[in-house]
């Protein structure tokens, strides 16, 4: 008896088995298990045995690390919670004299690493420093057993470091939802009775929430990743524990444990950002949008406002850039003939490779969501893109593993094929850095792309494929063109941050191998802030770039909102 067999491709299913598996979907679920690679070796190192390291390290400074770790993200979120909430509110909703100016100074700190925000107080607020020097001429003290001065090498020190550089995160996408937030809502608030404080206690920080939760979310995960700040300040966080169990005690696996920790530090962080937002959306009932009502201050109330705002751009910004500023003019000469065009080109280099490749990989993949509407493909899109989410110490640790595998194999084949020994070709290469930047930083060009091709409507797909383009051709004719600037922004993004990406940075890079942010780490670690300044001052004025378009963005949030 003969059976027919129905192909496969002629059923629904073998249809949508087809579109789900072709060689966008597969092309781009191998790029996505390409960069999820160093976060799947973390977990796997963990778990490997290591002569009981583990349970020396819970004897004696796991739970060191773990303290440290919860008293900075404690720190950090009371910090960025005040001023970015705070500022947001009243560069919204008041007007007093110089509003206009503060609503996008305000995100100017965010160019600044932490660390060199560190570096530079640290030369400024020391013994030796010009402040404490002068109160000792002022008062005429003789020694520091005359007075009290903060110190500030501690934590303390260390969380108003970071708060001053990473309070725009909540800046940033609180101001956004004030702007788009209802007036109507508002003023509801205000005919019951209630005055302008009492109205957005109860009323707009409620909306604004789920933002604000990201907001700190956010500037968390960055806390949690420093390595240059803490360490320079001998705070002893788990970032700082994967460095020095691996590099002090030789033990890879030991290091891959505390960054199996501080990645549960960062999970933590992201459910229970999930968990405050759950089940609650706010939206707009209205179609159209009123201007929202800006409040008038006089006064004192109007000084004051100014002053909150003045605090953070300068303690943040000014300061550091001027200090910064005034080394470079002095000391530039000493500072170039400390290979400093090399570390540019360094620098500029790896940025560069790692932002073109992360905007391509993006491209690829959200056009790929965007083409086949596949739940697996999304999912591993997702994953890919958890590495933003991880601190540089730990995604540095799981590109090591799988790059000095794939190492060994290569040297094996060629020994035996060729009788030829290769030695380790990727590990400890620039390549290593590109890849390792590429992890950490897709999220950003990804969300970024996803953005800019959700705008390209799906009618001109359906125009172009039905004139015979193939989907590749559409995207190089159709979309490419209209998603220019999405993916100038994403590229801008990437790069910015790789130029102060530190932790990984130092764990990747080759021997002999420097970019400007090691070599500011290195010279003002050996009290040579002078020497590196022309360098420092270098990052921050690149980061300003990409605070001049996200101030423009969240100008656009409500729309018909009209410039001072």
């Not at 002569?51 to 910090?79: C, F, P």
């Not at 609503?103 to 030369?123: C, K, S």
């Amino acid at each position: 008896m003969a059976v027919t067999h129905t192909p496969l491709s002629g059923s629904p299913l073998g249809h949508r088995a087809l579109r789900w598996f072709d060689a966008w979907t597969l092309g781009s679920l191998v790029a996505a298990a390409v960069v999820a690679t160093p976060l799947i070796a973390v977990f796997l190192l963990a778990l490997s045995p290591q002569d009981g390291i583990w349970s020396h390290l819970v004897e004696t400074v796991l739970w060191e690390y773990v303290g440290n770790s919860l008293v900075l993200v404690a720190g950090v979120a009371l910090g960025t919670l005040l001023l970015g909430v705070g500022a947001a509110w009243l560069v919204t909703m008041y007007a007093f004299p110089g509003r206009a100016l503060f609503e996008w100074a305000l995100l100017l700190p965010l160019a600044v690493p932490a660390y060199v925000l560190a570096f530079t107080y640290t030369e400024l607020l020391e013994y030796a420093g010009p402040v404490q020097k002068s109160l000792r001429a002022f008062f005429g003290w003789g020694n520091a057993r005359d007075y009290w001065f903060p110190e500030i090498r501690s934590m303390g020190g260390a969380i108003t470091m970071m708060t001053l550089v990473l309070y725009p995160y909540v800046y940033l996408l609180t101001r956004a939802a004030f702007l788009a937030q209802s007036v109507a809502l508002l003023e509801v608030g205000r005919t019951l009775g209630r005055g302008p404080f009492m109205t957005f206690r109860t009323v707009a920080l409620p909306l604004a929430r789920p933002a604000i939760v990201v907001g700190v979310a956010l500037a968390l995960m960055e806390a949690l990743n420093d390595y240059g700040t803490v360490n320079y300040f001998a705070v002893r966080t788990l970032t700082l524990g994967v460095f020095n169990v691996w590099f002090g005690m030789s033990n890879l696996p030991g290091a891959a444990q505390i960054a199996t920790v501080l990645l549960g530090f960062v999970v933590v962080l992201i459910v229970l950002e999930r968990l405050a937002r759950r089940g609650r959306r706010f939206d707009n009932v209205r179609s159209q949008f009123r201007p929202l009502p800006r409040y008038p201050l006089a006064g004192w109330r109007a000084g004051a406002a100014m002053l909150l705002c003045l605090i953070p751009i300068l303690l943040g910004f000014l300061v550091p850039a001027v200090e910064l500023a005034g080394f470079s003019l002095v000391h530039y000469e000493a500072t170039l003939q400390r290979d400093f065009v090399g570390f540019v080109v360094n620098s500029v280099g790896l940025s560069a490779a790692a932002a073109a490749v992360a905007v391509g990989l993006a491209t690829v993949l959200a056009y790929a969501a965007r083409l086949r509407r596949n739940p697996i493909l999304r999912s591993a899109c997702w994953v890919a893109s958890l590495g933003y989410a991880m601190p540089g110490a730990v995604l540095a640790v799981g590109v090591i593993v799988p790059l000095t595998a794939l190492d060994h194999a290569i040297d094996g084949t060629m020994r035996q094929v060729f009788g030829i020994g290769t030695g380790l070709l990727i590990t400890g290469s620039v390549g290593a850095i590109v890849f390792g930047y590429v992890a950490r930083f897709l999220a950003l060009s990804y969300g970024t792309m996803e953005a800019g091709l959700a705008k390209v409507t799906p009618h001109m797909d359906d125009a172009a494929r039905s004139l015979g383009h193939s989907p590749a051709s559409v995207l190089r004719r159709v979309h490419l063109p209209m998603v220019r600037g999405s993916a100038l922004t994403a590229a801008l993004l990437v790069f910015v941050d790789c130029m102060k990406e530190l932790p990984m940075t130092m764990i990747l890079r080759p021997f002999n191998f420097g970019t400007l942010a090691t070599f500011v780490y290195q010279y003002a670690g050996d009290e040579r802030l002078e020497e590196c300044a022309l360098g420092a001052l270098t990052i921050v004025l690149v980061g300003i770039g990409p605070v001049i378009l996200l101030s423009s963005a969240i100008r656009r949030v409500r729309p018909g909102t009209a410039p001072d």
